[in-house]
């Protein structure tokens, strides 16, 4: 589609939504992409002040398009029997099969049904190309504003409640396993007076080592930004995000190798996030939430045999490894935790929803057909090692989700051993739901509701810590 396509969709777009009173005033600077939309905010425009002019300035390099998240998001404003009617036109699920989903997001789903194309049939360059435009766009443009560092941002009346605290840095580490590789690092910084400078403000001295999802083969540190910047935001904590490297040109055991160097390296340099190195917690959804698992469970209890099948390179892997300090806890999102086994979820969730039994084939495929490893190696699936030491666990499932029962399986490994477990489940949730977050409202709710649990287990743990070493 040509750019000039694009800006003419954007422009009927948001027309449409100021006429529906659903676009953000808070951001004018995404509705002046273009000349037109310039044009169509002229009267708003004469209404401001000149304290809301100012406040309402934004450089438009600041923001992504965010057509899709305006569409996706006003979507749920419309009449239950204009949502049940067009479900019904695409022939999506009603509410008799999704019970706990209601018209809104079913029609989502429904829309991704009628649109999918089998992942064999895209080269994955172009998967990947595609499937981080459609999750940017799905992302709020406000968290895409870099805090406001400017000398009227350190002025009182000119700061907005809005303003979102968070800032964030692409940083390198440079000579990892196959070259430099890049981290995303949020922080957030504490009240301003006067013209002094911010500074980090981080209670509880915590980070959060976060792994996109994707399969191993698609997503980077922009696809899951807008969820990055909420743990942020919410918590206060600092949180760095790991664009690891992607299969089928690097296939496993490659991200996780590349997601313990990143470990590695937050260890030296979590004190300018304002953490301590007893304090980083592992996060990450789908195939990250995979990695989560298993560093959780190599940095507890490395296996020596599994890192010497990789030769010299594994024996480097696992000397470093038992040098590391354990994470204080760790909050897998629908994670993969058993690539073999077939649970009931299997069969009742492999069709119809974000992720099916064709998608899990192809990124099965490319992440393992070439591996040195063998498929059933206690580096590749996380329930086949030693998980009796692993960190105390806040499991995330979804209702929705063909993994669904081996997040399950694995909580109750978990508490087999007498790890420290929380589980929530997301009813009416498919897998992949944390895209959704500010697009469908109860979605929404939900992440903040387990961005909420997740901080306050953390900290509970970190206050039995405290009370044994008084």
């Known amino acids: 589609m040509s750019n000039s396509k694009n800006l003419s969709i954007n422009t009927l777009l948001n027309k449409a939504l100021m006429t529906l009173h659903l676009a953000s005033k808070e951001h004018p600077a995404s509705q002046e992409s273009s000349n037109q939309d310039a044009q169509a905010y002229d009267s708003l425009e004469k209404r401001l002040s000149v304290k809301e002019k100012i406040l309402a300035y934004n450089p438009v390099a600041n923001y992504q398009p965010h057509t899709l998240h305006y569409a996706m998001k006003s979507l749920g404003y419309l009449p239950d029997p204009i949502l049940e009617g067009v479900i019904g036109y695409l022939k999506g699920p009603n509410s008799k099969q999704y019970l706990h989903a209601n018209a809104h997001l079913r029609l989502i789903l429904a829309v991704n049904s009628y649109l999918k194309t089998p992942l064999e049939l895209t080269p994955m360059p172009e998967l990947r190309e595609r499937f981080t435009a459609d999750a940017v766009a799905m992302q709020s443009p406000r968290v895409w504003q870099q805090a406001n560092t400017t000398m009227l941002s350190n002025i009182k009346p000119f700061t907005k409640k809005s303003d979102s605290p968070v800032s964030w840095k692409d940083e390198t580490i440079a000579n990892a396993d196959n070259g ?13 007076s006067g ?20 399969g191993f083969c698609i997503g980077d ?21 790991v664009d690891y490297r992607l299969a089928p040109e690097c296939p496993a055991p490659a991200a996780l190798k590349d997601c313990i160097t990143a470990y590695d390296w937050l260890v030296e340099h979590c004190h300018i996030l304002g953490a301590l190195p007893s304090r980083i917690v592992l996060a990450g959804d789908s195939a990250g939430g995979g990695l989560s698992t298993l560093i959780a469970q190599q940095l507890t209890a490395p296996s020596k045999s599994a890192w010497a099948d990789l030769g010299i390179d594994g024996q ?18 629908y994670p993969v935790t058993d690539i073999e086994t077939d649970y009931p979820s299997w069969e009742l ?12 084939a192809v990124f099965d495929a490319a992440c393992l057909e070439n591996s040195p490893l063998p498929r059933l190696h206690i580096l590749n699936s996380p ?17 929705l989700d063909v993994l ?3 997040a399950f399986a694995y909580a109750k490994q978990l508490k087999g051993y007498g790890v420290a477990v929380e589980t929530y489940t997301v009813l009416g949730a498919p897998h992949g739901f944390i895209h959704f977050m500010s697009v469908h409202q109860g979605l929404g709710q939900e992440t903040n509701n387990i961005i909420h649990g997740f901080s306050s287990f953390v900290r509970e743990i970190i206050s039995t810590q405290s009370r044994l070493a008084a």
């Open 404 to 406: 669904r029962d081996e």
């Open 349 to 360: 969730y492999g069709e119809g929803l974000l992720l099916d039994h064709a998608d899990v």
């Open 180 to 192: 430099d590789m890049t981290v995303r690092c949020y922080k957030t910084g504490g009240k301003k």
């Open 195 to 214: 013209f002094r400078r911010k500074r980090i403000h981080n209670p509880d001295e915590t980070v959060m080592l976060f792994f996109h999802g994707g």
């Open 383 to 399: 329930m086949l090692g030693d998980n009796s030491k692993v960190c105390p666990t806040y499991i995330v499932a979804s209702e």
């Open 221 to 241: 540190v922009d696809t899951h930004h807008e969820f990055c910047h909420a743990v942020c935001e919410q918590t206060g904590w600092s949180v760095v995000s």
């Open 316 to 333: 480097k892997t696992f000397n470093l490894l038992e040098k590391l300090p354990e994470p204080l806890a760790q909050m897998p999102l």
